[in-house]
């Protein structure tokens, strides 16, 4: 049964961190925005880092104290060593020229929150608790809006333009017949949040840990100033079985990895406690259509190696609105008029995946020859301050990577 009918300027699919942002900037010029978001589990135990660019973000929107207020963590330092091994490098963004030099890492969900006070007096905007988008309207080639389930009602939300920012699985970039790329990895992650070791609180101050094996990563992540959160990379096809049945391995060998550890994972003892992450990347053919606009993971989920999706689908929700307004102002919400915001975005997000990638390679690797390869890159690139620094950037969110082909003989130490 057909329900109620809304209007609105800029109706946006799913209110993460890139709707949230969008609906926030369309705000502050005036546009009337709806927001569909539909229940959800609660979020994944993995910390959300904001890099120096996004707490720039952050602060355009007056939300930064707001993030701050909620207890985060400050990270300075990048520490990367072998698994029982020697310290290979440490990227330190005290050395960036940046407003910010330093990151935060926030709790699941505590970037969202900060957002959502944003919104709470912005009287343009309404956001619908519990709608799942199920279909999109059109006028011959034009999309005219979205319809959801609320309440177990099915209603139609007409709008100028219609953005999806539903996340890597969109069904909005499904709806629109949109052709896209989706890369899966062969390894995944499984997160989870421990206390910081008792006595031991400090020791993960301002620092986020990297330990490098073959085929195994361990990250350590403080955040919160009495929590620490874990990454650890198992292979894809095994990532399941070790979640729901090989807990009791998984703390043994963290524990074997990073010893300060072990009184603090006995707190682990049920599958729920940890989050089985399974990464992608994903290419959109086209983020513009007549009336409509993928944004954030939705037109290209990044690999999490560079820890930049939450700022990239910001850095969109700012060129998407001042696109967006624009179009409305004039009554042209064609494609061609809303391909302005691709133009811009796209180059950015496909030169970060391309770093990401080789993240994944080099990184993960479980070839012993390309293993000792990567350890010999990170040690050149902390003795090189100049490589340091364009590292430094690149992960910032400052400069787009990749290394150029003199700065990776460099690396390679085949070239001063
Ligand atoms: C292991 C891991 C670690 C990461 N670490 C970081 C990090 O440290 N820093 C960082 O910046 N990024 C990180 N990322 C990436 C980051 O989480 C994403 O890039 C970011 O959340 C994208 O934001 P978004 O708004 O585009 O999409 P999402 O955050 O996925 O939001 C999409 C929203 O749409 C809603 N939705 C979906 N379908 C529907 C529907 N049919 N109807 C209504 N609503 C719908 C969803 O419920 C959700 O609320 C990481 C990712 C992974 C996997």
């Not at 993030?67 to 400050?74: G, H, I």
């Not at 970039?173 to 062969?186: D, H, K, N, S, V």
């Not at 010999?376 to 301050?385: L, Q, S, T, W």
């Not at 340091?388 to 990776?408: N, Q």
Request: glycine share 8%; aromatic share 6%; hydrophobic share 45%.
């Amino acid at each position: 049964m057909l329900g109620r009918r809304y209007a609105s300027d800029i109706l946006i699919v799913g209110a993460g961190v890139g709707g949230l942002s969008l609906g926030l900037r369309l705000a502050s010029k005036g546009c009337r925005v709806r927001i569909l978001q539909q229940r959800e589990p609660p979020p994944a135990k993995r910390p959300e880092m904001v890099q120096p660019h996004g707490l720039r973000a952050l602060a355009e929107l007056g939300l930064l104290g707001r993030l701050k207020a909620e207890r985060v963590a400050r990270v300075e330092r990048f520490c990367f060593s072998q698994i029982q091994g020697d310290p290979l490098c440490r990227v330190d963004y005290r050395i960036l020229d940046h407003h910010h030099p330093y990151a935060l890492i926030a709790l699941p969900g505590q970037t969202r929150r900060a957002l959502l006070e944003g919104l709470r007096d912005s009287p343009t905007v309404q956001i619908h608790w519990g709608a799942r988008f199920t279909g999109i309207l059109r006028r011959g080639r034009q999309v005219i809006g979205a319809t959801a389930v609320e309440n177990g009602r099915e209603q139609e939300f007409h709008a100028l333009i219609t953005v999806g920012a539903d996340g890597s699985h969109s069904r909005l970039r499904e709806a629109l017949g949109l052709p896209c790329r989706i890369r899966r990895y062969p390894n995944a992650f499984l997160g989870m949040l421990v206390d910081r070791p008792a006595g031991l609180a400090r020791s993960f101050d301002h620092q986020v840990s990297y330990y490098m094996g073959r085929g195994e990563i361990l990250g350590i992540f403080p955040c919160a100033p009495a929590m620490l959160c874990l990454l650890y990379m198992v292979p894809a096809d095994d990532a399941r079985d070790m979640h729901e049945r090989r807990l009791e391995v998984l703390k043994t060998r963290l524990a074997e990895i990073e010893p300060r550890l072990k009184d603090s994972l006995a707190v682990l003892t049920a599958p729920e406690q940890v989050s089985l992450l399974f990464p992608a990347q994903v290419r959109a053919a086209k983020w513009v259509v007549d009336g409509a606009a993928l944004l954030g993971d939705a037109a290209h989920a990044c690999h999490p190696h560079v820890a930049q999706g939450g700022f990239q689908a910001m850095e969109d929700a700012k060129i998407l609105s001042e696109v967006a307004d624009v179009c409305v102002r004039r009554g042209n919400c064609s494609a061609r008029a809303l391909a302005p915001y691709e133009e811009i975005r796209r180059p950015v997000v496909e030169r970060l995946q391309r770093v990401a990638n080789e993240y994944v390679w080099l990184w993960e690797t479980r070839n012993p020859m390309l293993a000792r390869l990567r350890d010999r890159i990170f040690r050149n690139v902390g003795e090189r301050p100049e490589l340091l620094y364009r590292v430094a950037a690149i992960e910032a969110g400052i400069a787009s990577g990749p290394l150029t082909f003199r700065e990776r003989l460099q690396a390679l130490g085949v070239c001063a």
